[in-house]
């Protein structure tokens, strides 16, 4: 069996080369000499041909496949368009009831705010107030501290008088408790003193009101005469000024009786 030989295996396509090798022509000639040039190239299209459907066949299941795709897709498309409305109403009541809420919490933000504000204020004047009681207090503290002391002081003065005086034997001096005692009755003394001259002195102003309205009645009267040409008698004139002349003396002697009082 004979075979190629190398330099015609290079171009063994080229049947007109390999036909003239005398090494390869034994070879070739019982298969390409059968078949012309018309029936070769017609053999390599329709290789070319099986090839292209093959791949056509591919094609179209690949277009297959993406009319199936593109199907589903429809009827996804039609299932979403569906379900789309009851979203959007869905979604526009979300929407809304985020917006109240957002309304609501703004209000309750500012009415906190306010809170806020109004708080603050009244801790500065409870602190203004704590700071003020506190100072007063202390201040109180203090002058306790010192009358408690001018007490004791006086106590022992007053001890020390009693002292002496039960030697010598003179009257004793009362204790700073008791001259408290009678100083705090003499208080309450005078000031029911003051709430019973109170109350005569308004009963007074009563009845000078009064008398002055009767005064400014009979004045009018009198004007209301002397427009019609009655002159009043002198009697009732006099008895006017007096009455006058009593309401301011009764009225300061109250007013002093108050002042000696207190």
């Known amino acids: 069996m004979s075979s190629f ?8 396509k080229r049947l007109e080369n390999s036909s003239m090798c005398p090494n390869c022509r034994e070879f070739l000639l019982p298969y390409f000499e ?3 040039k018309e029936e070769l190239l017609l053999d390599d299209i329709k290789s070319k041909v099986k090839v292209c459907e093959a791949e056509i066949e591919g094609l179209c299941k690949d277009l ?3 009319k199936n795709d593109c199907k589903q897709l429809e009827e996804d498309y039609d299932f979403f368009d569906n379900e789309m409305p009851p979203l959007q109403d869905d ?6 009831a985020l917006e109240d809420k957002v309304k609501q919490l ?19 004047i409870l602190s203004a107030t704590l700071d ?36 010598t034997g003179m009257k004793i001096v009362p204790s700073v408790n ?4 009678s100083r705090q009755d003499n ?13 005569q002195f308004d009963k007074q102003i009563d009845a000078t009101d009064f008398a002055d309205n009767r005064r400014k009645s009979e004045a009018g009267d009198e004007c209301k005469n002397s427009k019609m040409g009655i002159v009043p008698p002198n009697d009732s004139k006099k008895l006017i000024q007096q009455k006058s002349k009593n309401m301011a003396k009764m009225r300061n002697g109250m007013i002093l009786n108050i002042r000696f009082d207190k």
């Open 5 to 12: 030989a190398l330099r015609c295996f290079h171009c063994y």
């Open 34 to 36: 059968e078949k012309s």
């Open 64 to 66: 297959n496949a993406i």
């Open 91 to 96: 979604t526009l009541e979300c929407s809304i």
């Open 106 to 124: 703004q209000a309750k933000t500012d009415s906190l705010f306010k809170s806020h504000k109004i708080i603050a204020e009244e801790n500065k």
């Open 132 to 167: 003020y009681v506190s100072a007063e207090m202390q201040r109180q503290s203090v002058q306790y501290e010192q009358l408690s002391i001018e007490n004791k002081n006086l106590q022992n003065v007053i001890n020390q008088l009693n002292d002496m005086k039960l030697e």
């Open 178 to 181: 008791d001259l408290n005692n």
């Open 187 to 199: 208080i309450k003394q005078t000031i029911n003193k003051t709430k019973r001259f109170k109350k």
